[in-house]
């Protein structure tokens, strides 16, 4: 069966979603930013919590719709003016330039 183009991008945006959760360590503050790739990031971090895999992270969402997200997955939320800096920061790339 070939999968369709909108399919392979689906597919694709959940692998790097999936990377950039990977990314994060336990006991860091992480930006978590807006759109269809991080909605991925936001499930994957959710579930290494959940699995004991991570623990002591807090997030900071950049949009209610992340921030929905991010409770629903039982990720702990904080917000910038609370915390004096961002460990790690995922968000999409709506432009890329060379």
């Known amino acids: ?24 360590q336990s006991d860091t503050i992480v930006g978590l930013g807006t759109g269809s790739t991080t909605v991925f ?4 971090l959710g579930e290494r919590l959940k699995n004991g895999e991570i623990k002591n992270i807090v ?28 460990d790690l920061a995922i968000d999409g790339a709506d432009e890329v330039d060379p």
Do not use: W, Y
């Open 1 to 24: 069966m070939t999968m369709t183009n909108s399919e392979v991008i689906v597919s694709i945006k959940q692998a790097v979603g999936k990377m950039a959760a990977e990314r994060v």
């Open 41 to 44: 990031a936001i499930q994957h």
């Open 59 to 86: 997030g900071i969402p950049t949009s209610f719709q992340s921030e929905n997200l991010a409770r629903e997955c039982g990720i702990p939320l904080t917000t910038l003016n609370a915390v004096d800096h961002i």
